[in-house]
């Protein structure tokens, strides 16, 4: 495992510094106004979890540039395998041409599939683009049109994986109307769905799966016009949810009566962030289909689908990327597989995340503007609410304590209504986990105090 020297963030100036100040004027007057910026973070350099800023502030991060840089900020040996190989050939392309190391990232993806092989890979350049292959293979082997997806879900941007998502109005505001055919459904949120214990949150849970079945069959779609159900085992932008087992299985049960293909969206959950190779893993569920991107090539643009080798039936010509499996890109992701295993990043992230996990175990007695802590791994959720009888949403107060977590050097990143994310490189340690920790619970503290 790399070892961190410093002992803290180093905050120099006031923030933003001058230095990022004239950034954010040229930001303000170039840059597309579409961009969520949380904070006025000017990143220059990163090195494992540190990213220091134009004014030489250093900050821990615990975004991972939302969930991307899993092997930390600029490792030693993904920097020089992208050196490597951008001197030897930047771009041929895949989609007309041959690239050895796209054949040998594919076996490497096929050895930790999720589910058996033989698996069939396509590379595309994004999450987003992983979620649109995934949608017109499913409709392209199925011969069918329909999907579903889930309330709270966040696929991408573009207009098939936007038809996916529904995570925030503002998302898909005046750009409808979408790819036909989606029905959205329930997500088993058991913090909001749910009053009682383990039993009532196994029933609730099911009963969100058997809504498919038992409503959405029998009122809305044929189950034999259904394509695929997509579904993030962990809801990235719903704000952290973790999906039950009972549910996922009920969803494999259902799919598996209709002749339905189960998408698991792994775009953010993947590639290690939950202790292992994949969430869904968590739940023994094996899916037909896994998109990934983010952590894939740790900052590198890659997006991947998996599939079932006899999913993947499709001709020449039907689906295609331009820079799709870059070879840059695939020599960040060998990299990355490699300091993931050879540095026991999973066993890490399992590790780290519970000691994590534990520590905030008593923060939604502890705390008034708490609600839920939730997660795996190093993917937790801490919910803010205004008032925990109603559960009302505590958006602007979630926001409130992320500015002043990044006021005292630490990044986070809001998702869901009211969630504050947590997700570090996987190389992160327990220590600089508890100076974290600390520098959110302070801001939390303070947070409640003026609420």
């Known amino acids: 495992m790399p070892t961190q020297t410093l002992i803290g963030p180093k905050i120099k100036t006031a923030l933003p510094g001058p230095n990022a100040q004239r950034v954010l004027a040229g930001d303000s007057k170039y840059l597309s106004p579409s961009y969520t910026r949380s904070y006025p973070l000017v990143a220059k350099q990163g090195r494992g979890i540190v990213i220091t800023d134009v004014d030489g502030n250093e900050f821990f991060d615990f975004s991972a540039g939302i969930a991307v840089t899993s092997s930390g900020h600029c490792h030693p040996h993904v920097v020089a395998a992208i050196q490597k190989q951008a001197a030897e050939l930047i771009h041929m392309s895949g989609t007309d041409f041959y690239y050895e190391n796209m054949v040998t990232l594919a076996e490497r993806l096929s050895k930790i599939a999720p589910m058996p092989g033989p698996h069939k890979i396509y590379y595309g350049n994004s999450g987003a683009e992983a979620v649109e292959c995934a949608l017109k293979l499913a409709r392209y082997h199925t011969k069918r049109q329909n999907v579903i997806a889930f309330f709270g879900a966040f696929h991408g941007r573009t207009m098939g994986a936007l038809s996916l998502t529904a995570s ?105 962030r939950t202790g292992k190779w994949w969430a869904i893993q968590h739940t023994g569920v094996q899916p037909d289909i896994v998109c990934s991107a983010k952590g894939i090539a740790s900052g590198m643009p890659l997006g991947v689908t998996i599939s079932k080798a006899e999913i993947m039936d499709w001709v020449p010509g039907s689906h295609a990327s331009t820079f799709g499996g870059n070879p840059v890109c695939n020599a960040s992701a060998l990299a990355t597989l490699d300091v993931i295993e050879g540095e026991g990043l999973l066993q890490n992230a399992a590790e780290v995340g519970a000691h994590m996990l534990k520590r905030m175990s008593d923060w939604t007695g502890k705390h008034k503007l708490v609600g839920d802590v939730r997660g795996r791994g190093l993917m937790i959720g801490v919910e803010i609410v205004k008032d925990k009888k109603t559960k009302e949403y505590g958006a602007e107060l979630r926001d409130r304590i992320i500015e002043s977590a990044f006021e005292h050097g630490v990044l986070f990143l809001g998702c869901g209504p009211s969630t504050i994310r947590i997700a570090p490189p996987l190389i992160v340690t327990k220590d600089e986990a508890d100076v974290a920790m600390d520098v959110l619970e302070d801001a939390i503290s303070t947070a409640g105090k003026s609420a």
């Open 168 to 272: 925030k109005p503002q998302q898909r505001r005046r750009f409808g109307p979408g790819v036909p055919g989606v029905t959205h459904v329930r997500y088993p949120d058991v913090y909001r769905g749910c009053e009682g214990g383990p039993q009532d949150a196994e029933a609730f849970a099911l009963g969100c799966a058997r809504f498919i079945e038992d409503k959405i069959f029998k009122t809305t779609v044929a189950p034999e016009e259904v394509a695929a159900i997509f579904v993030e085992p962990v809801q990235g932008e719903g704000g952290y949810v973790v999906a039950p087992t009972p549910f996922m299985q009920e969803l494999r049960r259902i799919c598996d009566r209709h002749g339905i293909l189960l998408v698991a969206d792994e775009v953010q959950s993947g590639i290690g």
